[in-house]
């Protein structure tokens, strides 16, 4: 194996990361070496693919695997090894599992809810604009939107969300948390995810969790765990992703004043402005969730062998400048625009609809209720998340 | 052939609206034998196939509801469920 010795492999993520900016050496790859060797802080070496195609090829091929983790030291950023869940999972398992919850986030279901998304969007800026200038959009808007639209959907008390919001911290973190705090708190998600499972199980309600149970107790193949461990992956999921977007997104946007202007001027541009926002916008810190081949299979040029695993940087592929033309530009108006911003195969965002549509209600809310929107600090004073999977910021003080 | 010998040799038809689909790639993933993407968008390896629980999951599984299954016959909609 002297093609993969020690002394070729490059540190992975190669930087720590800088509020929203993508590490130069992603371009430097893209063009020259699409397929490196890399180690993660933990697990086994790893390839890395950079190109947009490579990156489809290793999350859409079936010759590439999750399952295949299992059993093995996989390459990741945190000590503890997640080797049970919908993530470590490939067809026709995965695909039975996932059934459970997909019909609830087609297109068509995401769009009944959006008149109700607009309604509580529209009150908690009230209390935005009650309580400043300046206000945290985060506290005020970005945290606890998502929380109620998830929590409606799913048949959570949002009355709860003081207790999960603390533990779906640990779906997300890296060093924020301790190894037996994280897992304490994954501990306390799935027993809560399960005591209303069978608080709902006895008394039925027309929410999602509900559903499940009957879908799940039709098909005996499903274990109760699989199905408390997904319900609870949706309720953290739907937090630690959206919430943490709309703030980017805004910052974005706010640094982008010319793009802002535009997207005043024509409200047509709110979805493809929330497309390009996806594919601008690096939410992860690094990419994780290496796919292992199940066979020999060429990307980018190398030959991958059976059993090696793979990272697919996402981030990448979004600013490869042979699919995205002018790819660092920012874009609102980007027409054909095919970012893997929320990954692409069998384990593409569940909640992708949802996502769009609650970024979209957002754009469109604080276009209509605060037009002159800015930061009120310096730039240089806004803090930005740590020891967490995903880029974000902790405050975000505005004025309108 | 005639429609009865045609239900006897493949007994639902697949269809993929093209305008609906974004090309995720989830059928592609679940059911390869089925779904198969091609620049980017999704398209049946054959419009008529015998009935299979993958093509159904696959459907169900479509966030766009771009999938259609039906009985070859009946022309019912065998998926996505409602």
């Given at each position: 194996?002297?093609?993969?010795?020690?002394?070729?492999?490059?540190?992975?993520?190669?930087?720590?990361?800088?509020?929203?900016n993508?590490?130069?050496?992603?371009?430097?790859?893209?063009?020259?070496?699409?397929?490196?060797?890399?180690?993660?802080?933990?697990?086994?070496?790893?390839?890395?693919?950079?190109?947009?195609?490579?990156?489809?090829?290793?999350?859409?091929?079936?010759?590439?695997?999750?399952?295949?983790?299992i059993?093995?030291?996989?390459?990741?950023?945190?000590?503890?090894q997640?080797?049970?869940?919908?993530?470590?999972?490939?067809?026709?398992?995965?695909?039975r599992?996932?059934?459970?919850?997909?019909?609830a986030?087609?297109v068509?279901?995401?769009?009944?809810?959006?008149?109700?998304?607009?309604?509580?969007?529209?009150?908690?800026?009230?209390?935005?604009?009650?309580?400043?200038?300046?206000?945290?959009?985060?506290?005020?808007?970005?945290?606890?939107l998502?929380?109620?639209?998830?929590?409606d959907?799913?048949?959570?008390?949002?009355?709860?969300?003081?207790?999960?919001?603390?533990?779906?911290?640990?779906?997300?973190?890296?060093?924020?948390?301790?190894a037996?705090?994280?897992?304490?708190?994954?501990?306390?998600?799935?027993?809560?995810?399960?005591?209303?499972?069978?608080?709902?199980?006895?008394?039925p309600?027309?929410?999602?969790?509900?559903?499940?149970?009957?879908?799940?107790?039709?098909?005996?193949?499903?274990?109760?765990?699989?199905m408390?461990q997904?319900?609870?992956?949706?309720?953290?999921?739907?937090?630690?992703?959206?919430?943490?977007?709309?703030?980017?997104?805004v910052?974005?946007?706010?640094?982008h004043?010319?793009?802002?202007?535009?997207?005043?001027?024509?409200?047509?541009?709110?979805?493809?402005?929330?497309?390009?926002?996806?594919?601008?916008?690096?939410?992860?810190?690094?990419s994780?969730?290496?796919?292992?081949a199940?066979?020999?299979?060429?990307?980018g040029?190398?030959?991958?062998?059976?059993?090696?695993?793979?990272?697919?940087?996402?981030?990448?592929?979004?600013?490869?400048?042979?699919?995205?033309?002018?790819?660092?530009?920012i874009?609102?108006?980007?027409?054909?625009?095919?970012?893997?911003?929320?990954?692409?195969g069998?384990?593409?965002?569940?909640?992708?609809?949802?996502?769009?549509?609650?970024?979209?209600?957002?754009?469109?809310?604080?276009?209509?209720?605060?037009?002159?929107?800015r930061?009120?600090?310096?730039?240089?004073e806004?803090?930005?998340?740590?020891?967490?999977?995903?880029?974000?910021?902790?405050?975000?003080?505005?004025?309108? | 052939?005639?429609?009865?010998?045609?239900?006897t040799?493949?007994?639902?038809?697949?269809?993929?609206?093209?305008?609906?689909?974004?090309?995720?790639?989830?059928?592609?993933?679940?059911?390869?034998?089925?779904?198969?993407?091609?620049?980017?968008?999704?398209?049946?390896?054959?419009?008529?196939?015998?009935?299979?629980?993958?093509?159904?999951?696959?459907?169900?599984?479509?966030?766009?509801?771009?999938?259609?299954?039906?009985?070859?016959?009946?022309?019912?909609?065998?998926?996505?469920?409602?």
């Amino acid at each position: 194996m002297t093609d993969t010795s020690e002394t070729m492999i490059q540190r992975y993520p190669f930087s720590e990361p800088d509020r929203l900016n993508l590490d130069p050496r992603y371009a430097l790859l893209r063009r020259d070496e699409p397929l490196i060797r890399v180690r993660l802080p933990y697990g086994e070496p790893a390839w890395l693919a950079t190109r947009h195609a490579d990156v489809r090829t290793v999350l859409g091929d079936v010759r590439f695997s999750r399952s295949a983790a299992i059993g093995r030291d996989e390459p990741r950023s945190i000590p503890r090894q997640i080797q049970s869940g919908i993530l470590s999972m490939d067809p026709p398992d995965h695909t039975r599992l996932r059934r459970l919850a997909a019909r609830a986030f087609t297109v068509r279901r995401v769009e009944e809810l959006r008149p109700r998304t607009r309604q509580t969007a529209d009150e908690l800026v009230d209390a935005l604009l009650a309580a400043g200038p300046p206000a945290d959009l985060v506290a005020h808007l970005a945290t606890p939107l998502p929380i109620r639209v998830i929590c409606d959907l799913l048949g959570v008390p949002v009355s709860d969300q003081d207790k999960f919001h603390v533990w779906s911290e640990a779906i997300v973190s890296t060093t924020s948390l301790s190894a037996e705090q994280a897992q304490q708190y994954l501990d306390n998600l799935f027993a809560y995810m399960g005591g209303l499972i069978v608080q709902r199980r006895q008394e039925p309600t027309d929410d999602l969790i509900s559903a499940m149970i009957r879908t799940r107790d039709a098909d005996d193949q499903l274990s109760e765990e699989e199905m408390v461990q997904l319900a609870a992956g949706l309720l953290a999921a739907g937090h630690e992703t959206t919430v943490t977007q709309i703030p980017n997104f805004v910052y974005v946007l706010l640094r982008h004043p010319d793009e802002w202007a535009r997207l005043r001027a024509d409200r047509g541009l709110v979805p493809s402005a929330v497309e390009e926002l996806m594919r601008y916008v690096p939410l992860g810190v690094a990419s994780s969730f290496a796919r292992y081949a199940k066979e020999d299979v060429e990307v980018g040029g190398v030959l991958v062998r059976a059993g090696e695993p793979v990272i697919a940087s996402i981030a990448s592929a979004n600013r490869d400048e042979t699919v995205f033309a002018d790819a660092d530009r920012i874009d609102l108006g980007r027409e054909a625009n095919p970012h893997l911003g929320f990954g692409h195969g069998v384990h593409h965002c569940i909640g992708a609809q949802l996502a769009r549509m609650e970024l979209q209600v957002v754009l469109e809310t604080l276009l209509d209720r605060t037009p002159q929107l800015r930061l009120a600090v310096p730039e240089s004073e806004l803090t930005w998340k740590s020891g967490l999977l995903v880029r974000g910021l902790t405050a975000m003080p505005v004025a309108w | 052939m005639n429609a009865e010998e045609e239900t006897t040799a493949a007994g639902w038809r697949l269809h993929v609206d093209p305008t609906r689909c974004i090309g995720v790639g989830i059928c592609a993933g679940a059911a390869p034998e089925h779904f198969v993407l091609v620049e980017g968008l999704s398209r049946p390896v054959a419009d008529r196939v015998a009935p299979a629980p993958a093509v159904i999951y696959a459907a169900d599984s479509c966030p766009m509801e771009a999938i259609l299954v039906s009985d070859v016959d009946t022309r019912r909609r065998i998926a996505p469920g409602s």
